[in-house]
Protein backbone atom coordinates (compact mmCIF):
# COMPACT_ATOMS: atom_id res chain seq x y z
CA UNK A 1 0.00 0.00 0.00
CA UNK A 2 1.30 3.49 -1.17
CA UNK A 3 0.81 6.13 1.87
CA UNK A 4 3.42 8.59 0.14
CA UNK A 5 3.78 10.07 -3.32
CA UNK A 6 6.72 12.74 -4.15
CA UNK A 7 7.21 14.16 -8.06
CA UNK A 8 9.25 16.37 -9.78
CA UNK A 9 7.95 19.00 -11.87
CA UNK A 10 9.97 19.89 -14.82
CA UNK A 11 10.46 17.27 -17.15
CA UNK A 12 8.15 15.11 -14.92
CA UNK A 13 4.54 16.14 -13.74
CA UNK A 14 4.72 19.00 -15.67
CA UNK A 15 4.93 19.04 -19.84
CA UNK A 16 7.37 20.72 -22.00
CA UNK A 17 5.35 24.19 -22.19
CA UNK A 18 5.78 24.06 -17.98
CA UNK A 19 1.68 22.96 -18.01
CA UNK A 20 -0.12 20.38 -15.55
CA UNK A 21 -2.16 17.80 -16.64
CA UNK A 22 -5.68 18.80 -17.44
CA UNK A 23 -6.73 15.64 -14.88
CA UNK A 24 -4.37 16.37 -12.36
CA UNK A 25 -6.61 18.28 -9.68
CA UNK A 26 -9.51 15.55 -9.74
CA UNK A 27 -6.31 12.68 -9.25
CA UNK A 28 -5.01 15.17 -6.20
CA UNK A 29 -8.37 14.66 -4.79
CA UNK A 30 -8.61 10.97 -5.23
CA UNK A 31 -5.18 10.03 -3.49
CA UNK A 32 -6.63 12.56 -0.52
CA UNK A 33 -9.27 11.03 -0.11
CA UNK A 34 -7.61 8.02 0.13
CA UNK A 35 -5.21 8.77 3.01
CA UNK A 36 -2.36 9.54 0.28
CA UNK A 37 0.45 12.16 1.41
CA UNK A 38 0.85 13.85 -2.40
CA UNK A 39 4.15 16.29 -2.42
CA UNK A 40 6.18 18.52 -4.90
CA UNK A 41 9.82 17.95 -4.56
CA UNK A 42 11.81 20.85 -7.27
CA UNK A 43 14.38 22.50 -7.72
CA UNK A 44 11.99 25.21 -8.51
CA UNK A 45 11.65 27.98 -5.50
CA UNK A 46 9.17 27.88 -2.64
CA UNK A 47 7.12 30.79 -3.85
CA UNK A 48 7.09 29.45 -7.48
CA UNK A 49 5.49 25.99 -6.03
CA UNK A 50 3.23 27.73 -3.89
CA UNK A 51 1.49 29.74 -6.91
CA UNK A 52 1.69 27.08 -8.91
CA UNK A 53 -0.23 24.46 -6.61
CA UNK A 54 -2.29 27.35 -5.02
CA UNK A 55 -5.34 25.74 -4.28
CA UNK A 56 -4.03 22.88 -2.80
CA UNK A 57 -0.83 24.74 -1.16
CA UNK A 58 -2.26 24.83 2.48
CA UNK A 59 -2.44 20.60 2.58
CA UNK A 60 0.61 19.95 0.14
CA UNK A 61 4.23 19.39 0.98
CA UNK A 62 6.55 21.42 -0.68
CA UNK A 63 10.01 19.99 -0.99
CA UNK A 64 11.98 23.31 -2.67
CA UNK A 65 15.29 24.28 -3.97
CA UNK A 66 16.14 20.46 -4.29
CA UNK A 67 15.51 19.93 -0.87
CA UNK A 68 16.64 22.52 0.88
CA UNK A 69 13.78 24.18 2.34
CA UNK A 70 10.94 21.85 3.21
CA UNK A 71 7.30 23.21 4.24
CA UNK A 72 3.56 21.99 4.97
CA UNK A 73 1.13 24.90 5.05
CA UNK A 74 2.70 27.96 6.95
CA UNK A 75 5.10 25.66 8.82
CA UNK A 76 8.45 25.41 7.98
CA UNK A 77 10.16 21.72 8.40
CA UNK A 78 13.70 21.90 7.23
CA UNK A 79 15.90 24.96 6.09
CA UNK A 80 19.45 24.19 4.82
CA UNK A 81 21.17 26.95 3.72
CA UNK A 82 25.11 27.63 2.41
CA UNK A 83 27.98 29.66 3.87
CA UNK A 84 28.44 33.00 2.63
CA UNK A 85 31.82 31.95 1.93
CA UNK A 86 31.08 29.41 -0.79
CA UNK A 87 28.42 31.18 -2.22
CA UNK A 88 31.25 34.17 -2.92
CA UNK A 89 33.00 31.20 -4.36
CA UNK A 90 31.13 29.72 -6.52
CA UNK A 91 29.77 33.12 -7.98
CA UNK A 92 33.31 34.48 -8.55
CA UNK A 93 34.24 31.12 -10.29
CA UNK A 94 30.93 30.88 -12.60
CA UNK A 95 32.24 34.80 -13.87
CA UNK A 96 34.92 33.33 -16.07
CA UNK A 97 32.91 30.80 -17.99
CA UNK A 98 31.18 31.86 -21.06
CA UNK A 99 27.09 32.34 -21.25
CA UNK A 100 27.17 31.21 -17.78
CA UNK A 101 25.10 33.07 -15.24
CA UNK A 102 24.70 32.57 -11.55
CA UNK A 103 21.46 32.68 -9.65
CA UNK A 104 21.30 33.14 -5.83
CA UNK A 105 18.08 31.53 -4.50
CA UNK A 106 16.54 33.07 -1.00
CA UNK A 107 13.44 31.89 0.51
CA UNK A 108 11.30 34.25 -0.94
CA UNK A 109 13.17 35.87 -4.17
CA UNK A 110 16.11 35.11 -6.29
CA UNK A 111 18.79 37.26 -7.02
CA UNK A 112 20.84 37.96 -10.45
CA UNK A 113 23.67 40.21 -11.84
CA UNK A 114 22.93 40.54 -15.50
CA UNK A 115 19.97 41.58 -17.44
CA UNK A 116 20.72 39.27 -20.27
CA UNK A 117 17.64 38.52 -22.40
CA UNK A 118 18.66 34.75 -22.78
CA UNK A 119 19.17 34.27 -18.96
CA UNK A 120 15.82 35.96 -17.88
CA UNK A 121 14.13 33.64 -20.56
CA UNK A 122 15.51 31.10 -18.32
CA UNK A 123 15.02 31.85 -15.46
CA UNK A 124 11.74 33.56 -15.20
CA UNK A 125 10.19 30.66 -15.84
CA UNK A 126 11.19 29.90 -12.10
CA UNK A 127 11.78 32.97 -10.68
CA UNK A 128 8.82 35.14 -10.03
CA UNK A 129 10.30 37.26 -7.43
CA UNK A 130 13.81 38.57 -7.95
CA UNK A 131 16.14 40.92 -7.83
CA UNK A 132 18.71 42.77 -10.21
CA UNK A 133 21.82 43.50 -8.02
CA UNK A 134 25.21 45.16 -9.32
CA UNK A 135 27.42 42.15 -6.94
CA UNK A 136 25.88 38.90 -6.08
CA UNK A 137 28.84 38.44 -3.80
CA UNK A 138 27.32 41.51 -1.36
CA UNK A 139 23.72 40.15 -0.99
CA UNK A 140 23.54 39.24 2.72
CA UNK A 141 20.32 37.28 2.65
CA UNK A 142 20.32 33.40 3.50
CA UNK A 143 21.30 31.86 0.17
CA UNK A 144 19.46 28.04 0.06
CA UNK A 145 20.53 26.94 -3.54
CA UNK A 146 23.34 28.69 -5.66
CA UNK A 147 21.87 27.94 -9.60
CA UNK A 148 24.43 28.63 -12.50
CA UNK A 149 22.06 29.17 -15.90
CA UNK A 150 24.37 27.72 -18.54
CA UNK A 151 22.80 28.56 -21.96
CA UNK A 152 25.64 26.25 -23.66
CA UNK A 153 25.09 22.70 -21.29
CA UNK A 154 25.50 22.69 -17.84
CA UNK A 155 26.46 19.01 -17.87
CA UNK A 156 29.18 19.17 -20.61
CA UNK A 157 30.25 22.93 -20.00
CA UNK A 158 30.32 24.03 -16.19
CA UNK A 159 29.73 20.83 -14.75
CA UNK A 160 33.39 20.05 -14.92
CA UNK A 161 34.43 23.28 -13.69
CA UNK A 162 32.93 22.54 -10.22
CA UNK A 163 33.00 18.79 -9.86
CA UNK A 164 35.96 19.13 -7.45
CA UNK A 165 33.08 20.83 -5.06
CA UNK A 166 30.91 17.60 -4.73
CA UNK A 167 33.57 16.43 -1.59
CA UNK A 168 31.94 19.33 0.53
CA UNK A 169 28.80 20.27 -1.24
CA UNK A 170 25.56 18.83 -3.42
CA UNK A 171 25.86 19.67 -7.11
CA UNK A 172 23.75 18.65 -9.52
CA UNK A 173 23.23 18.62 -12.80
CA UNK A 174 19.29 19.74 -12.67
CA UNK A 175 18.69 20.01 -16.03
CA UNK A 176 20.22 20.90 -19.71
CA UNK A 177 20.32 24.34 -18.63
CA UNK A 178 21.16 24.10 -14.86
CA UNK A 179 23.95 23.47 -12.24
CA UNK A 180 22.84 23.87 -8.70
CA UNK A 181 24.77 23.96 -5.61
CA UNK A 182 23.55 23.28 -2.19
CA UNK A 183 24.66 22.50 1.81
CA UNK A 184 26.01 18.53 1.27
CA UNK A 185 22.86 17.40 3.32
CA UNK A 186 20.44 19.01 1.38
CA UNK A 187 18.47 17.15 -1.58
CA UNK A 188 15.27 16.06 -2.49
CA UNK A 189 16.11 12.19 -0.86
CA UNK A 190 16.89 13.29 2.49
CA UNK A 191 14.15 15.81 2.30
CA UNK A 192 11.61 12.84 1.67
CA UNK A 193 13.07 10.93 4.62
CA UNK A 194 12.03 13.78 6.55
CA UNK A 195 8.44 13.21 5.42
CA UNK A 196 8.49 9.65 5.90
CA UNK A 197 9.97 10.08 9.21
CA UNK A 198 7.13 12.32 10.36
CA UNK A 199 4.13 10.92 8.47
CA UNK A 200 5.08 7.60 9.91
CA UNK A 201 5.16 5.95 6.11
CA UNK A 202 8.44 3.25 5.13
CA UNK A 203 10.48 2.84 2.38
CA UNK A 204 7.84 0.35 0.62
CA UNK A 205 5.35 2.51 1.21
CA UNK A 206 6.96 5.34 -0.74
CA UNK A 207 6.12 6.32 -4.32
CA UNK A 208 8.54 8.91 -6.40
CA UNK A 209 9.12 10.17 -9.79
CA UNK A 210 11.87 12.33 -11.49
CA UNK A 211 14.08 12.51 -14.83
CA UNK A 212 17.10 14.30 -13.89
CA UNK A 213 20.39 14.12 -11.59
CA UNK A 214 19.02 16.46 -8.94
CA UNK A 215 16.35 13.72 -8.38
CA UNK A 216 19.09 10.73 -7.82
CA UNK A 217 18.75 10.52 -3.69
CA UNK A 218 15.17 10.26 -4.25
CA UNK A 219 15.67 6.93 -6.10
CA UNK A 220 17.13 5.27 -3.55
CA UNK A 221 14.45 6.57 -0.40
CA UNK A 222 11.18 4.56 -2.10
CA UNK A 223 10.30 1.13 -3.30
CA UNK A 224 8.33 2.14 -6.11
CA UNK A 225 10.76 4.63 -7.45
CA UNK A 226 10.25 5.69 -11.05
CA UNK A 227 12.45 7.00 -13.89
CA UNK A 228 10.47 9.30 -16.33
CA UNK A 229 10.51 7.42 -19.70
CA UNK A 230 12.10 10.84 -21.23
CA UNK A 231 14.56 10.89 -17.71
CA UNK A 232 18.72 11.28 -17.51
CA UNK A 233 20.25 7.83 -18.53
CA UNK A 234 21.36 8.20 -14.92
CA UNK A 235 17.84 8.15 -13.53
CA UNK A 236 16.95 5.18 -15.54
CA UNK A 237 19.82 3.61 -14.31
CA UNK A 238 18.89 4.23 -10.94
CA UNK A 239 15.18 3.81 -10.61
CA UNK A 240 13.57 0.55 -10.08
CA UNK A 241 10.96 1.50 -12.61
CA UNK A 242 10.24 3.54 -15.89
CA UNK A 243 7.13 5.32 -16.93
CA UNK A 244 4.99 3.97 -19.22
CA UNK A 245 5.01 7.86 -21.47
CA UNK A 246 7.14 10.73 -21.06
CA UNK A 247 6.23 14.42 -19.31
CA UNK A 248 4.35 15.10 -23.10
CA UNK A 249 2.07 12.17 -22.28
CA UNK A 250 1.01 12.24 -18.55
CA UNK A 251 3.46 10.07 -17.87
CA UNK A 252 3.36 11.12 -13.54
CA UNK A 253 -0.05 10.45 -13.87
CA UNK A 254 -0.63 7.36 -15.72
CA UNK A 255 1.77 5.72 -13.11
CA UNK A 256 -0.10 7.13 -10.49
CA UNK A 257 -3.29 6.10 -11.36
CA UNK A 258 -2.05 2.47 -11.91
CA UNK A 259 -0.72 2.26 -8.96
CA UNK A 260 -3.74 3.70 -7.28
CA UNK A 261 -5.75 0.80 -8.69
CA UNK A 262 -2.81 -1.55 -7.24
CA UNK A 263 -3.66 0.16 -3.76
CA UNK A 264 -7.54 -0.50 -4.58
CA UNK A 265 -7.30 -4.46 -5.43
CA UNK A 266 -4.66 -4.62 -2.11
CA UNK A 267 -7.30 -2.37 -0.04
Known amino acids: MVKLIVTDLDGSLLNDKKELPADFWEIEKTLRERGIVFCIASGRPHHNLVNLFKPISSHTYFLSDNGSYVTYGKETLLVKTLDHQIVETLVAASRGLNEVYPVLCGKDKAYMEDHNEALLGQALQYYQSYQIVDDLTKVTEPILKVSLCDLQNAETNSYPHFKKYEKDYKVAVAGERWL ?33 LNDLEMMGVA ?23 DNNHNGVLRAVSELLQLNHNFS
Do not use: P
Open 180 to 212: DFTAFDANKGAAVELLQQRLGVGYDETMVLGDY
Open 223 to 245: RYSFAMKNAHRGIIAAASFITGS
